[in-house]
């Protein structure tokens, strides 16, 4: 039986849909513009796994073995689209500019964020917050860079999901960067998929308190099923547990990996 992807399901129904050319290229210059920004997540996130475009190819991929080609057949245009657009997009909250991590370090937020980590569970939060509060004044520069990354990422990973939403509505500097181009007829649809990336770091409650299906605004692309899409987020975003998911030659810049890192080292490792 032939493989049927969820990008040649909706290329597929741009031969007969009058549409489907306009929402094929927004689909084209998001995938191009991720393909190439989403590798710097690894700048604030170095030990961390992989969080660029491979990743997202396995999230659609898992999404498609989950759904079969006779499901994915029965997918309309509307919700093929935004499961492609929310998978590429999921992560974006994890591109921080240098202006909001200097904002963020002054922040009353991390300021309440250090004295958790410093009483918190994670012994290398708890090390690296007692140095960013000057408690051990035996600082040694280099590890004391690498608990600036950690608390940083740490900061802003609990948050990315929201950021993700706020980035493509274009509510930060990252989104105005990207200055994504979507037409006032799509805006509704771009605002769910903001919801929908924030989802996938949400209680699953929330999830279930999703809409169940919406009209796609344009012609003949059936109904989007925000839910239902959101519940395939996670569980393509959670099946990724693929080998080859940390970058080596990152992690030989980094040095020793906290322990949090660990656990998912050894996770994609086996």
């Known amino acids: 039986m032939e493989y049927l992807s969820l990008e040649n399901h909706l290329t597929q129904k741009e031969k007969t849909e009058a549409y489907v050319p306009e929402l094929v290229r927004l689909y084209e210059a998001v995938k191009s513009d991720m393909r190439k920004y989403l ?3 690894a700048e604030k996130f170095p030990h961390y796994s992989r969080h660029d475009f491979q990743h997202v190819e396995s999230i659609l991929e898992n999404i498609e073995i989950i759904l079969g080609n006779e499901r994915i057949k029965q997918l309309t245009v509307g919700d093929t689209w935004l499961i492609l657009m929310s998978a590429y997009l999921h992560d974006i909250g994890m591109l921080i500019s240098y202006e909001e991590e200097k904002t963020a370090w002054k922040s009353e937020a991390f300021a309440k964020f250090l004295l958790a980590c410093e009483y918190g569970d994670d012994k290398d939060l708890r090390n690296a917050a007692r140095i960013a509060l000057g408690e051990d004044i035996r600082i040694d520069p280099l590890l004391a860079k690498n608990y600036v990354i950690q608390l940083t990422a740490e ?16 509510e930060s500097c990252i989104g105005k960067l990207l200055s994504f181009d979507i037409p006032d007829s799509l805006q509704n649809v771009w605002e769910c998929i903001g919801r929908i990336i924030k989802l996938h770091g949400s209680d699953f409650e929330d999830v279930l308190n999703e809409k169940q299906f919406r009209n796609f605004p344009l012609p003949r692309c059936g109904n989007y099923h925000p839910r239902f899409v959101a519940v395939l987020l996670r569980l393509g975003d959670l099946c ?7 970058n080596s030659i990152s992690l030989e810049q980094f040095g020793k990996l906290p322990e949090a890192s660990l656990k998912h080292f050894y996770k994609h490792k086996t």
């Open 155 to 170: 900061f802003f990973r609990r948050k990315h999901t929201e950021r993700s939403k706020e980035i493509i509505t274009g």
């Open 240 to 246: 990724d547990v693929k080998r080859g998911r940390f």
């Open 39 to 41: 590798p710097s997540i």
